[in-house]
């Protein structure tokens, strides 16, 4: 074992972090307490280390609470704050950079990290416009680096075997299906509270959805342990993106007049190639009463020629109750499978789930395209890894598509002009907003999605 261990071939990947909010503490601080405890292990890259570098924030403050917490479980790292937090993070040394700020600020601080190079995952929505897609998309292909998405609900164990029965063919043809993400009013009143107005829960949410039935039922391409692409797993596609409508409520978390959603009801719709169409509704909330038994509420159903498939977070695994700490410190249905904190058999504590999983595979990609082989081959590593449709920006266009057309939907509702319906891809463009009583067509996005 001494010996093996000596021939062990060692590299470091330095990590900027971009926010340091509610994810960061649930997913991002396990995941580097974890790497910095124990390095990465494959064996076409080799051992690899992790190094929490930097993090950038607005005020500083919760980096200076985590430092203090962490102690010994994380290696020193520096934090900058202010509007130039970003620019003095990416001026340090960084070889990768997350970015899990509020949805609309994703765009410029995965922009900046993409032109000095660096590689890059962003929590979801990735971005709010195609426009802003195609940017990040170019850039990443200009500076021959990684630009992935965080859509950590595939990793779910009740998903990805979903997604398996469908690719093997258990379940035939997708008809519709319905979805729904209940949030507390905890999420909206407090812990988004500064950043909430002008937003609504269904891009913050919804997201997770519409990725989860494009990714799904959409284009099916499976890769192999290595990276390689496995023929077994590959499907065309055999649907397009059609149309999506939407509608609001407001009143609750900001004015009933306003543009600060308290929840949104989405529709999307596909076609298929014989004219069949699938419908999928989507409903999001996040003023739920605090003190609901799950806190937060997950269900989906989908319908197909041939079967049914439903899902539900609170009756799939644990429901407790302890006196004065359930529903506020601790939850009465948690999920142990997203995140969970244990005492392991051998009496190591340790923190683990799906949600966590996600981000550790990042880099393992990002450690395949630069560790994985001689450097001749790179560009050959990276677009294996770029061909992942699960995270990669470039596979992204549908889920954006739908979060650009309900911001616009909703955008026209708040000026008193419901009922819109965005068209894809049709005669007129890619993105095109229609609103009842409004002869002219909105353009939203002119080529094609």
Known sequence: MIGMNANLSTHKLRAGMVGMGMIFD??????FEQAHREGVYRRDFGLLDIELSAVASRTGSRAVK???????????FVSFAGADASQKLLAHGVDAV??????????????????????VLIEKPSVLTLQELDTLDQLARKHNVLAKVVYHKLGDPDHKKLHTHYVDGNFQHVNNGYCTLLEPKSISGSQFAEWIQGRNPGTYVAVHYIKLIDFTFGSLAGRASDGKTDPSLARPANWRLARITCNGQRGIVGPA??????????????????????????????????????????????????GVWTAH???????????????????????????????????????????????????????????AGPPALRAERLQTMRGLTYNDVSADRNTVAIVQAMEAILERQAKGEPAGVVEVNGSRGGLVLLTPGRTEAAVLYAPRV
């Open 98 to 119: 997350c970015v899990a700020t509020p949805d609309d600020r994703h765009f410029e601080s995965a922009r900046l990290a993409i032109e000095a190079g660096k590689h």
């Open 257 to 306: 007049s306003g543009n600060t959603w308290d929840s949104v009801q989405l529709q999307i719709t596909y076609a298929y190639p014989d004219g069949r169409e699938a419908a999928f509704d989507i409903h999001t909330s996040w003023v739920t009463p605090d003190n609901f038994p799950g806190y937060v509420d997950q269900e989906v159903q989908f319908r197909f020629d041939n």
């Open 66 to 76: 985590y430092r203090k917490e962490a102690g010994g479980k994380i290696a020193p």
């Open 313 to 371: 977070q609170r009756k799939r695994g644990v429901e407790m109750t302890i006196e004065k700490r359930t529903p506020g410190e601790l939850k009465i249905t948690p999920n142990h499978h997203y995140n969970g904190s244990f005492l392991e058999p051998w009496g190591e504590r340790s923190q683990r789930g799906y949600g966590i999983e996600i981000i550790r595979k990042f880099f393992e990609e990002v450690a395949y395209v630069e560790f």
């Open 26 to 31: 649930e997913t991002y601080r396990p995941f």
